[in-house]
């Protein structure tokens, strides 16, 4: 999911007093990618606050960044307010099971996110049951890898009930 982005503006759309912006269009940028560039937490958090005030950004990519669960809690608050990511990317971002909860909580509640990218970071059973949880009232969620994470039997049994059919979801290669 990642892809090639010279640099990144997330552009607020509202004014400090609530009105919407008109934002011309060559300021509209509609995916980002940051993979790989020592983010970590502080800088997740940092990217989540911008979330929150951002209506154009489609896609984000985190990827090989030190996230880790502070970053994760962060992005799902973000998510929560944010109604215009479809694809998000934390692969190999150190989330563990109290983000990827937090990410499931926002599922809850988002309805634009179609495309989570969670693959080979550290989350185990109980972030894949929340996770599972979650897909139970969100029914947007297209495509989910969670590929190299830490789920064994009770967290994959609960993800194939929960998936229920939707087209690609892929929990294989989990140690």
């Not at 989540?48 to 030190?66: E, H, M, P």
């Not at 499931?104 to 049951?129: E, P, T």
């Not at 830490?150 to 939707?166: F, K, L």
Request: aromatic content about 2%; overall charge neutral.
């Amino acid at each position: 999911m990642c892809f090639p982005c010279g640099s990144c503006c997330l552009v607020p759309c509202l004014a400090d007093n609530g009105a919407p912006l008109a934002v011309p269009a060559e300021r509209c940028v509609l995916g980002c990618s940051l993979g790989c560039n020592s983010l970590g937490d502080a800088g997740a958090v940092a990217v989540a606050k911008g979330l929150t005030v951002n209506c154009t950004i489609r896609t984000l990519c985190l990827s090989w960044n030190s996230v880790g669960d502070v970053g994760a809690v962060a992005l799902a608050d973000a998510l929560k307010k944010n109604c215009t990511i479809t694809a998000l990317d934390v692969q190999e971002c150190q989330v563990a099971d109290a983000g990827a909860t937090a990410i499931a909580s926002a599922l809850v509640v988002n309805k634009s996110l179609r495309d989570l990218n969670l693959k080979r970071n550290m989350i185990d059973d109980a972030g894949v049951i929340a996770l599972a949880a979650a897909l139970k009232s969100n029914k947007t969620i297209a495509k989910l890898n969670l590929v190299h994470n830490y789920a064994r039997g009770e967290g994959i049994a609960a993800m194939i009930t929960a998936w229920g059919g939707r087209a690609v979801g892929d929990l294989t290669c989990n140690p």
